[in-house]
């Protein structure tokens, strides 16, 4: 599968290193041009590339998007039509700036992006899980001690997707529900987020 990566910092970076040692062509990009991660390039080695954030959204037909929030209407709009987003972020005010509408929680940050990108299918995944969990702790399908990272999305060919990826590189998708509804339920602040949880108690703590 061909996936652009938009944003190479500890998710981002980290991503494209799972992705890539899972056999996925991978585009990498940042705010700061290709080659500044050229290291990162050689590192993954065949079938990776540092390109521009453009070239990188019009490469996947999975973009993974890991920017600041603050930053989100930066996203380049050459995302293919019916292409799988994947959002990784999650809003700080103190690093984004202050959002009205996602203070007075009428909105989510990944409907926000969904709105930027309405050609696209986004699924919010991967912003609940420190990147170092993410990077280390990958375990084979079946083990007992295989982390959970929840999905929400409003598009099931797209949330599929996203959790062939999540199985993949060693961990537990696990489906929360819509953007709105789901993704409030794994952003900051909530029972899920920054939780080193199995598959089962996710859902126990979601009362499934």
Same mark, same amino acid.
Request: charged residues 25%; proline residues 5%.
């Given at each position: ?10 998710i981002?970076? #980290?991503?494209?290193?799972l992705?890539? $040692?899972?056999?996925?062509d991978v ?7 290709? @080659? ?5 390039e050689k +590192?993954?080695g ?7 954030? !453009? !070239?990188?959204?019009?490469?996947g ?10 930053? *989100?209407? +930066?996203v ?7 292409a ?6 999650? *809003?700080?005010?103190?690093?984004d700036?202050?959002?009205? !509408? ?8 990944? @409907?926000?992006l969904?709105?930027?990108l309405p ?10 899980? *420190?990147w170092? $969990?993410? &990077?280390?702790?990958g375990? !084979? ?14 598009? @099931?060919?797209a ?9 993949q590189?060693?961990?537990d998708?696990v489906?929360?529900g819509?953007?709105?509804d ?7 602040? #909530?029972?899920? *987020?920054?939780?080193? &949880? ?5 859902? +126990?703590?979601?009362?499934?």
């Amino acid at each position: 599968m061909r996936i652009g990566l938009i944003g190479a910092g500890h998710i981002g970076g #980290t991503l494209a290193r799972l992705l890539s $040692r899972a056999g996925h062509d991978v585009a990498v990009s940042n705010s700061r041009g290709p @080659e500044t991660l050229r290291d990162l390039e050689k +590192e993954l080695g065949d079938g990776a590339k540092a390109v521009t954030a !453009e !070239e990188a959204a019009a490469f996947g037909d999975v973009v993974v998007v890991s920017v600041p929030l603050g930053r *989100y209407r +930066e996203v380049p709009t050459s995302v293919r039509d019916g292409a799988t987003v994947i959002d990784t972020n999650n *809003y700080y005010p103190q690093r984004d700036g202050a959002f009205p !509408e996602l203070d007075a929680d009428r909105t989510t940050s990944s @409907e926000l992006l969904q709105a930027h990108l309405p050609q696209a299918h986004v699924v919010k995944a991967f912003n609940a899980i *420190y990147w170092e $969990r993410l &990077l280390n702790d990958g375990r !084979e399908p079946g083990a007992a001690d295989r982390l959970a990272i929840p999905i929400s999305g409003d598009d @099931e060919q797209a949330k599929r997707v996203t959790a062939d990826l999540i199985d993949q590189i060693g961990f537990d998708p696990v489906d929360v529900g819509g953007l709105a509804d789901g993704g409030r339920h794994h952003q900051p602040g #909530t029972p899920l *987020y920054g939780a080193d &949880l199995t598959a089962s108690a996710v859902r +126990e703590r979601l009362g499934r």
